[in-house]
Each structure stands twice: as structure tokens, then as C-alpha cells.
């Protein structure tokens, strides 16, 4: 079983900043196939679906979400991932999951974290 952590959510006015972080123990890469495993941020709004913010691999590539638009920097340390956000905007209010997963011979492994709210208001 693996466990996520996260941390790091709160209330912030527009144009504010917060990091979120998300600390990953347990059987991580349990038969794993060929070594890589994935921790992604994803978030969702209230009412909305959950879409997927940044992605990064322990071998070191990082992608985003279209809207990032700059606004976000994701960065990993070994099991630890990590979100820098700022700029924030109203609309950038939700719940931010962490998620890890990776290749087994019988399927994905995945593990979800159980949110952390991210309220940007003024």
C-alpha cells in the first residue's frame, strides 16, 4: 500500500502564492516493470471535473496542464512532490490531489491522496 501526504493548502488573495507538497511512503514501484512511476497533481473545482495540473516522473520529466500558462512550477525530490503556484486566481480555487502510479505486469498501480483545498478569494 502506498500512502500520499498533502500539505500546503489554504486561503490566498489573487495574485498570492502557495506550495503544495506531497509526500509519498509505502510499497511505492511495487512490481514495477521498468522502473518509472509518475506522482501528478490534479485538481478539482467545485461542481467541476478533476483535470490534471503537472505530472512528473522520477526520471525527471515534468508536463502541465494547458492552463498553467506559466503560472505553476512542479519539482520533484525523490518521492516528495512538490507545486508552486502563483498568480493565483479565483478560478484556480479546488481541491488538489496528489497521485502516484506505475506499470505492473497485471495492470497500473495507482494511489490517490485525499486533497488538499486551495481557496483564492478576496
Known amino acids: 500500500q502506498v500512502q500520499l501526504v498533502e500539505s500546503g493548502g489554504g486561503s490566498v488573495q489573487p495574485g498570492g502564492s502557495l506550495r503544495l507538497s506531497c509526500a509519498a511512503s509505502?510499497?511505492?514501484?511495487?512490481?514495477?516493470?521498468?522502473?518509472?512511476?509518475?506522482m501528478e497533481w490534479y485538481r478539482q473545482a467545485p461542481g467541476g471535473e478533476r483535470e490534471l495540473v503537472a505530472a512528473?516522473?522520477?526520471?525527471?520529466a515534468l508536463t502541465y496542464g494547458d492552463f498553467i500558462k506559466g503560472r505553476f512550477t512542479a519539482s520533484r525530490d525523490r518521492n516528495t512532490l512538490y507545486l508552486q503556484m502563483g498568480s493565483l486566481k479565483p478560478e484556480d480555487t479546488a481541491v488538489y490531489y496528489c497521485y502516484i502510479h506505475w506499470k505492473t505486469i497485471v495492470g497500473n498501480a495507482a494511489f490517490w491522496g485525499q486533497g488538499t483545498l486551495v481557496t483564492v478569494s478576496s
Open positions: 509505502g510499497s511505492i514501484g511495487k512490481s514495477n516493470i521498468d522502473g518509472f512511476n509518475t
Open positions: 512528473a516522473t522520477n526520471g525527471g
